[in-house]
Structures are given as C-alpha cells and as structure tokens.
C-alpha cells in the first residue's frame, strides 16, 4: 500500500536504523546450530514448562495485573525488595519505557560506542540525543563517559556485563563512575547477564539502588532462565520510580505463561545450576581454543564469546562466518565498522559446540 501523504511518522524515526536481530535460517539446513542470539543452550527449566502449559488453561482471560506473586519470587531468589520491581514483556521494552519517561527532546543519553545496539534507539525513539563515549578495545571507558556528562545529560546508559563484548565493569568502577555523575542523571544499568558473572568484583547494580535514588537495573528471564520467547523483564530501582513506570506501561505487561514459568522457574534452582556450569565450561574452552587458533578471544561474563580474527590468523571475519554457515552454524555478524573483523559466538549444547571448534579448527588450520 501506498503511504498517505496526510499522514507522517515523527521525522525522527526516519533516520533510526532499526536493530536487527541475529539471523536463525539457513537455506538448505532444515535445523541450523543457531549461535547468534544469546538463548539458552538449555532451554527452559521442564518445572517452568509444566507450570506455563498448566497456565494456558486460564490463556482466555487477562493475566495478572497484580504482579506479586512475581515480585515476591524474584525478591526472594535475588533477596530484593519485591515493591522496588516493575514488569514487561522482556527488558528491551523496559529500557525503552524507563528511557522515554527521563530523556526527551534537548536532552542527552550517553551510551558506550560499541555497547548493546538497541541503545541509541531507545534515546531516538523518546526524542533525546544519544552519546556515544569512545572504548577501550571494547570494554567502558568511564572516563570517555564523564568527559561527556553535561547540562543536558539526563541518562547514562550500560550493560554490565555488556552484549555484544562480553566485558564488564568491576564494582568499585561502576561506583566511581556512579559517585561522578551528577545527582539528577539517571544510571540505568542493564543486567541482562548478570547471572552468568562468576568474578568476585562484578557488584551487582542493585546494591546501588539500595544506596542512591538515582539508579535503576533491568534484569530479564531471557537468559539463564531461558525463556526468551516468553518475553519477561523485570527493572529494580527507586519505588517511586517504579510506580511511574508501571503505570505508564502496558495493562497487563507479563502474560500468563510468563508469569507462571518464571516463578517456578525460580524454584528450580538445580536446573539454573546445571545451566550456569555448562556456560562456565564452555566459554573457558571456547575462549582458550579460539586463542590457541590465534583468534583475538575477548573474556566474557556472558553466555557468549566475540572473537576477533587479527591478519595473522589467515581467516578473515567473513569468510569464516561463510563457512560456518555452509556447514549449518550460524555466528553472529555486525553490520558496523568496529566490528568489520569480529564474529560473536553464543554457547550452545555439547554437540553444537564441539562441531563449532571442529569446523573452526579445520578452517582456520588449513589457512
Ligand atoms: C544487553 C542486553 N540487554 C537487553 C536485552 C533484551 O533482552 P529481553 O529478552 O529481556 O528483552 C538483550 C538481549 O539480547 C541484551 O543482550
């Protein structure tokens, strides 16, 4: 159909490049080794499949406004206060509610260059500025992200640990970035995979929000949790905050198979167990055999590895990614000048994995 010329979108939303998801098809593969989107080797817990097939007997009618059967569960797996939560259909449309209420017009979000893509666009889509701050070889530079804060700054925005680098922020940096930041800039601090960070000086962000009003955290069941097709994020901040943020929400913002997998999934803590000790095993070993093949491994605290591939090491970024497509593994690639010799690998099952470093070994041994 053709556009009506009476009608326009919001000039901003012509110059958004939308995000665009990692690829799950291949032609001639009827079940490709899909590597491109951080879900779950796993899956999802069999206690919270149960418990979301059980829940779509009641599928006719709203689900839950009342989410606090939720909280509660949440607030006693992490030990939070479950009237500082707010709920949506996965973190992504949190991130973009929470920064559509605190940047508009005239305003600033500032964001890590290379950081999760969807951030820019959450500042264009509430009519704000992102700023971007400048790396260091892919990890935050906070004092990039200070140098920038100024009057119209009113968000500053990171994933720790970040997508699609894998880095993190250690507890006593993300304070001094914290400490800096005027008291009327907000930090959000996306934790979509705070979960799978094992070293001892990653803090969680909640422990912020404990302290300062001007701190907020998402978190998703996405991830360790699996359930990245059911859609359900939750955020953590000031309880004001997030009354306002509820309110301006969806009505009914976690549907009903969300609502009960998610809480037994929470029961199920030996199923989360074994997920993050296949994801702690198979990101040390990709990591060390993608270096032993001279691949520029950067370390994670995710469920997923990107890898940089220097001259040296015979193989550029494309051509193995073409590679691993005709052998039916899909890597993810990024359309961005940064990125023109990386590729990112997400953790999947055994045998996924071992054909990965099998094909990989091969191709790039043979260079
Ligand atoms: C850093 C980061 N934040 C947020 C999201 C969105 O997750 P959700 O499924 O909760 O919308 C993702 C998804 O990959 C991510 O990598």
New binding site residues.
Partial sequence: MRNSASIAPKPVLKTIDYYMVGISKLEGFSKPIKLS??ESALGMSPLAIEAGMKSLERGYLYPEVDTEQLAVAIGDYYQLSPERMAF????????QRIVNTFAGPGEEMIYSKN??M?FPIYAMLAGATPVAADDIDFRYSVDDILSLVNDRTRIVLL?N????SGTYLTGPEMRYLHKRLPSNVLLII?A??EEYARVDDYESGTNLVHEFDNVIV??????VHGM?GL???WCYGPEWVVNLITKIGPSFPVNCAAYAAGIASLKDTEFTQKVLDHNERWTKTLISEFRGLGLNAYSSQ?NFVLLGFPPECGRSSDETNRHLNSKGIIPRQFALSDFVDKLRITVGTDEEMQKTIDVMQQFLRSA
């Fill in positions: 989107s951080n949506g259909p996965g973190s992504d449309e949190l991130l950081a999760y969807q994933a640990p970040d997508n699609p996306d979509a995979y998402t978190r998703t069941f996405s991830k990245a859609r359900l994020g995710t």
